[in-house]
């Protein structure tokens, strides 16, 4: 059974850090882990993703704010997002796909739920 369970969202000021954690069970066929965001009354979007190689992307609107991270030993992917925005409010999601796209995987099989991260000015 595959699961994806999201942690670590919550509500901070602007300028400051969040970590994200996902917690992955069962994801044997997919070669690239990612962070998707849907802002209200938006379409979700691709923000960071790793492939199994190490290889990273992220979306421009986060390059040297955002760290995406995995730790295979621990069934974990992460995301460090530093210098947070009140354009970084959203609801973050994990994904298991395959191949890496810009800022996204491809072919998204599974997701988990989702944590909300809301950042006030």
């Known amino acids: 059974q595959v699961l994806l369970v999201e942690s670590g969202g919550g509500s901070v000021q602007a300028g400051g850090s969040l970590r994200l954690s996902c917690a992955v069970f069962g994801v044997t066929s997919s070669n690239c882990l990612g962070w998707y965001r849907q802002a209200l009354g938006k379409e979700r979007e691709g923000v960071a993703a790793?492939?199994?190689?190490?290889?990273?992307t992220y979306i421009d609107s986060v390059k040297g704010r955002f760290t995406i991270s995995q730790d295979p030993a621990k069934n974990t992917l992460s995301l460090q997002m530093n210098s947070l925005r009140p354009e970084d409010t959203a609801m973050y999601y994990c994904?298991?796909?395959?191949?890496?796209?810009?800022?996204?995987?491809?072919?998204?099989?599974?997701w988990g739920r989702g944590t909300q991260v809301t950042v006030s000015s």
């Open positions: 994904a298991a796909g395959q191949g890496l796209w810009h800022g996204s995987c491809g072919g998204v099989a599974y």
């Open positions: 790793i492939h199994s190689d190490g290889t990273t």
